[in-house]
């Protein structure tokens, strides 16, 4: 019975390593597609975009970079140390995140506030810096919001509110109106003013846009990603995870079956030993022999 035991958590350990393998395989064959996409030689910088070409734009900037794990919060620092030395005038650190998954791989953001003018130059040197750290840029996103168009409405909406209510508290002002016609020309300057006063609003924010550029730099470790540096270690990096991921089955499917196995053989000892013999002849009805005087 031990033997078809070990047998059984033998095959499960197998069949569970092969799919794990399989899946592994598949998952960094994602990646690396995915990095043979995002990556040529002319992608490893930001492109080439000016703030001149798109007037009234604002845009935001998204950076990911893949670098080595032990080298990501070097990164962020040295990031972080170059939007300080701007002041914060020009530069200011809006947020930062750092995690470690539990395969030890290692996530993190910083994200920053920019004056338009230097957003450009920033992503270019922060990207510099990355590959000096023998990391890559692997997705550069920049979007843009026309809050040039959001401007212009808002001072067309203004500048026609105010005209008609000069035009009301010109009549106001002017007296000879009863009671009802005074009320409702009040009713309207009121109506007036709360639309001017919005459009001032909306004026305002949409110039805080522009002057402020949203960047933001993902990092991500190398675990499952192929830098394409050094191929040999890239393949003992594989065949190490590969081999790390059979031992932690077998040893799963082991913790698992072995107290089951145990558990069988105590009960097999016992149930041979001399208590056990006993209890199956009482089970079965017959009696204990009784010794004879010739014994």
């Known amino acids: 019975m031990m033997r078809q035991l070990l047998l059984t958590a033998s095959l499960i350990a197998l069949v569970t390593v092969a799919g794990c393998g399989k899946k592994s395989e598949e998952s960094a064959t994602q990646h690396e597609r995915s990095v043979a996409v995002a990556q040529n030689d002319d992608s490893r910088s930001a ?26 919060a070097a990164a962020q620092e040295g990031h972080a140390a170059a939007c300080e030395k701007l002041g914060p005038s020009q530069c200011r650190i809006a947020g930062m995140r750092y995690t470690l ?14 004056a338009p003018e230097l957003a450009r130059n920033f992503g270019k ?7 000096k750290a023998a990391g890559r840029l692997v997705n550069a996103e920049i979007t843009g919001d026309d809050v040039g168009a959001t401007i212009d409405s808002a001072k067309r909406a203004a500048a026609e509110a105010t005209a008609q209510l000069n035009e009301i508290e010109a009549k106001l002002r002017a007296g000879g109106l009863g009671d009802r016609a005074r009320s409702e020309l009040e009713a309207q300057a009121a109506h007036l003013r709360d639309q001017i006063a919005s459009a001032k609003i909306s004026k305002v924010g949409a110039e805080a846009q522009l002057a402020s550029t949203p960047m933001s730099f993902d990092y991500t470790g190398d675990i499952g990603f192929s830098l394409g540096g050094n191929p040999v270690a890239d393949a003992v990096h594989s ?19 072995l107290p089951w196995a145990l558990l069988s053989a105590l009960l097999i000892a016992l149930w041979r030993s001399r208590s056990g013999l006993a209890l199956r002849r009482f089970l079965r009805g017959k009696p204990k022999a009784v010794p004879t005087e010739s014994d």
């Open 101 to 114: 998954l539990d395969d030890e791989q290692i996530t993190a953001e910083l994200d920053f506030k920019l």
């Open 47 to 72: 492109p080439d975009i000016s703030i001149a070409a798109a007037p009234g734009v604002a845009f935001t900037y998204r950076y990911s970079f893949v670098l080595p794990d032990k080298s990501i």
């Open 125 to 131: 040197e922060g990207i510099a810096a990355v590959e």
């Open 239 to 257: 065949a190490w995870g590969s081999f790390s991921a059979m031992i932690w089955f077998v040893l799963l499917a082991i913790g698992v079956v």
